[in-house]
């Protein structure tokens, strides 16, 4: 099984930035897909954006432009960078990890609120 710790998540005025972390511990190998989703209140969860352990990263349109996703393998984080935040992008942050060996691991989510 693999656990994910995300960090970063807090208050933080329109327009400004914020970081996020997530930490996977556990048994990870092979091809595996790390991605951040997020849930606003009386929403679903929703992607936000993922990278592939090659590298490769897909974003929704919610992100494009003021997201960024990045991962560190050396140190099994993924990071997602937030600029020019929105008060919509107010919701709980949660990261996830699929690998194809059938792993399918959910954190516990980090509050994010955009807010003067």
């Known amino acids: 099984q693999v656990q994910l710790v995300e960090s970063g998540g807090g208050l933080v005025q329109p327009g400004g930035s914020l970081g996020l972390s997530c930490l996977a511990s556990?048994?990870?190998?092979?091809?595996?897909?790390l991605g951040w989703y997020r849930q606003a209140p009386g929403k679903q969860r929703e992607l936000v954006a993922d990278?592939?352990?090659?590298?490769?990263?897909s974003y929704a349109d919610i992100a494009k432009g003021r997201f960024t996703i990045s991962r560190d393998n050396t140190k099994d984080t993924v990071y997602l960078q937030m600029n020019s935040l929105k008060p919509e992008d107010t919701a709980v942050y949660y990261c996830?990890?699929?690998?194809?060996?059938?792993?399918?691991?959910w954190g516990q989510g980090t509050q994010v609120t955009v807010s003067s």
């Open positions: 556990g048994r990870i190998s092979g091809f595996n897909v």
């Open positions: 990278i592939t352990s090659g590298g490769t990263t």
């Open positions: 996830h990890i699929w690998i194809e060996s059938g792993v399918n691991s």
